[in-house]
C-alpha cells in the first residue's frame, strides 16, 4: 500500500514507556492521521493492543524523519536498560518493514544498498550477544510471505554460517546474499506465486526459472557482487547434482547457495502456507537428515543442530 513520503513502521518497534523522537502517523481512509508525537510515549498495554492490530501497514513516520527513526532503533540496541530478547523484538520488528520496501523498491541497486547496513546490525548484534541468535530465530515469522521468508532465511544463514565459522566480512556478504536468494520470484506470477495448493508441471517450469531471473536483474546493478549472485543463482542446485538450473554437484556449489539451500527447505517446513501444517524445529531438521540429507552439505546439516540448540535456549 502506497503512502508516498512516508515509510511504515510495525509498533511492536517501539519501546514502552520510551519517546520517541519522530511524529507517528496512522493511517486512516487514505489520509495520515498524527497518532503520537515526537517526544510522547506509548504504554505497554496500548502497545500490545495496537499490535494484534497492525498489518503492519497502518503506522508511518514521515520520510525526512527516517534518521530519527533509525536513531531511535540504534539506541534501544545499544541500551543497557532493554535485554537480549527485547533487542531481538525491535531489530526485528523495525527491519521487517525495511525488508518490505526493498522488496518493492524497483531500483536493486538501491535495495541492495540499503540491505547492507541491516545485515551489518544483525551481525553486529548476534556477535555481540551470545543469545541473540537463538532470540532472533525463535521470532521468526509463521506466515509465508516473500519478504518474511527472505528475511527469516538471512537470520538462519547468518546463525549456520557462524556455526560454520565464517568471518564477518563473509557473514555480511551471506547476509545479502540470503536476503536476496528469492529477487528474481519478481519475474513469476503473482498467481504461481500466492495460488493456494500444489502448483501444476507448467506453473511449475515457471517458478523453476527464478534462479536465473534473479542473476539477470543483479547482473543489471554494481552493488551485487558475484557471491551475492552465486547465491541467487545457485540455491536450488544440491550435492546430489540433480538440483537446478544447472545441475551442480557437491563442493562445485559455492558455500553460500549451500547454506541457503538448507536454510531455505528448513523454513519451509516450519512456515504455515496454505497447503502444510509447519513442522516444529527439531522434526524438520531430523527431516532433513533422514529424508533429504543427500541433497545437502553434510557437514552444514550437521552444523545445523547448533543452531537448534541456540533455538531451544532461548
Request: overall charge negative; aromatic content about 10%; some cysteine.
Amino acid at each position: 500500500m502506497e503512502n508516498p513520503g512516508h515509510f511504515k513502521v510495525r509498533i511492536n518497534s517501539l519501546i514502552p514507556g520510551k519517546p520517541t523522537t519522530f511524529n507517528l502517523y496512522l493511517k486512516l481512509n487514505n489520509q495520515n492521521v498524527l497518532y503520537l508525537r515526537a517526544g510522547d510515549r506509548l504504554d505497554g498495554e496500548k502497545i500490545k493492543v495496537l499490535t494484534t492490530k497492525d498489518s503492519g501497514s497502518h503506522f508511518w513516520v514521515n520520510e525526512a524523519e527516517r534518521k530519527m527513526y533509525k536513531g531511535y532503533v540504534h539506541d534501544q540496541m545499544v541500551s543497557t536498560d532493554l535485554n537480549v530478547r527485547e533487542k531481538s523484538v525491535v531489530l526485528r520488528e523495525s527491519t521487517i518493514s525495511l525488508v518490505e520496501e526493498m522488496f518493492e523498491n524497483p531500483d536493486v541497486n538501491q535495495a541492495l544498498e540499503n540491505s547492507r547496513p541491516v545485515i551489518k546490525e544483525f551481525v553486529n548484534f548476534m556477535q555481540g550477544e551470545p543469545e541473540a541468535m537463538g532470540h532472533l530465530i525463535s521470532l521468526s515469522g509463521h506466515d509465508f510471505y516473500t519478504f518474511n521468508h527472505s528475511l527469516d532465511v538471512s537470520v538462519y544463514s547468518l546463525g549456520l554460517a557462524e556455526a560454520m565459522g565464517f568471518t564477518k566480512t563473509d557473514l555480511e556478504e551471506m547476509g545479502v546474499g540470503a536476503l536476496f536468494h528469492d529477487i528474481g520470484k519478481r519475474h513469476v506470477s503473482l498467481d504461481i506465486l500466492c495460488k493456494k495448493g500444489p502448483l501444476s508441471d507448467v506453473e511449475w517450469a515457471q517458478m523453476q526459472k527464478h534462479p536465473q531471473y534473479g542473476l539477470m536483474i543483479l547482473n543489471e546493478y554494481p552493488n551485487s557482487s558475484d557471491a551475492v549472485k552465486a547465491t541467487c543463482f545457485e540455491h536450488h542446485e544440491n550435492f546430489l547434482g540433480n538440483g537446478y538450473p544447472q545441475q551442480l554437484q557437491g563442493q562445485e556449489i559455492h558455500p553460500f547457495a549451500r547454506i541457503v539451500a538448507i536454510t531455505d527447505t528448513y523454513d519451509a517446513l516450519t512456515t504455515q502456507r496454505s497447503y502444510n501444517v509447519p513442522m516444529t524445529p527439531t522434526d524438520a531438521v531430523t527431516m532433513m537428515k533422514d529424508k533429504l540429507a543427500g541433497k545437502y552439505d553434510p557437514e552444514m546439516l550437521k552444523a545445523l543442530y547448533s543452531v537448534l540448540f541456540k533455538l531451544k535456549a532461548a
